[in-house]
T-cell receptor, first 113, second 108 residues
Framework: KAGVTQTPRYLIKTRGQQVTLSCSPI?????VSWYQQTPGQGLQFLFE???????NKGNFPGRFSGRQFSNSRSEMNVSTLELGDSALYLC????????????FGPGTRLTVL | TQLLEQSPQFLSIQEGENLTVYCNSS?????LQWYRQEPGEGPVLLVT???GGEVKKLKRLTFQFGDARKDSSLHITAAQPGDTGLYLC????????WGAGTKLIIKP
């Protein structure tokens, strides 16, 4: 079974731009969660999608948004990028519940200049 | 706000030594997951503990869930360079609550 894939793996943007990251979950997994990982803050939960609906949300500003498609693939968008948005963005899929085992992708390394 | 405090944040030891990583909370979790993350990769699940007082062993790694299901520990015996990585704990409540991680370096 193929693992979680994320594209692109690396991205460089400038302040004020927007970015879209993509995630393809493991086949059969219906829950997709997004995380931001930085050296200072650790792993921070952004949001979780299930059946195309946002089911859980972390404490991030509205500039961070996401969506899930009918095939469970998910995208997250960050608008008006700030320097502090530089981070590793990880996508994880799980069978049904957000609290089920998280299967992570390799992440997208975003650098904001 | 639920918190899961993980300690130590950083640990650098020699090959062959033993170590313990702790995750503590004032909240009760239905289960607790331990993950390991290596550079350039996402975290990978090591084990899930579910029952209070449960002990699980994975080769040289021993995981324990507290009786009250508020805390957990990871003990590594005779650490090897291949154990190097970031260890993360995550408590399951309505959501997963993540610890800050323990960066472990095992020197040959």
């Amino acid at each position: 079974k193929a693992g979680v894939t994320q594209t692109p793996r690396y991205l460089i943007k400038t302040r004020g731009q927007q970015v879209t990251l993509s995630c393809s979950p493991i086949s059969g997994h219906r829950s997709v969660s997004w995380y931001q990982q930085t050296p200072g803050q650790g792993l921070q939960f952004l949001f979780e999608y299930f059946s195309e609906t946002q089911r859980n949300k972390g404490n991030f500003p509205g500039r961070f948004s996401g969506r899930q498609f009918s095939n469970s693939r998910s995208e997250m968008n960050v608008s008006t990028l700030e320097l502090g948005d530089s981070a590793l963005y990880l996508c994880a899929s799980s069978l049904v519940q957000h609290t089920d085992t998280q299967y992570f992708g390799p992440g997208t390394r975003l650098t904001v200049l | 706000t639920q918190l899961l405090e993980q300690s130590p944040q950083f640990l650098s030891i020699q090959e062959g030594e033993n170590l313990t990583v702790y995750c503590n909370s004032s909240s009760v979790f239905s289960s607790l997951q331990w993950y390991r993350q290596e550079p350039g990769e996402g975290p990978v699940l090591l084990v899930t503990v579910v029952t209070g007082g449960e002990v699980k062993k994975l080769k040289r790694l021993t995981f324990q869930f507290g009786d009250a299901r508020k805390d957990s520990s990871l003990h590594i015996t005779a650490a090897q360079p291949g154990d190097t990585g970031l260890y993360l704990c995550a408590g399951a409540h309505y959501q997963l609550i993540w610890g800050a991680g323990t960066k472990l370096i095992i020197k040959p």
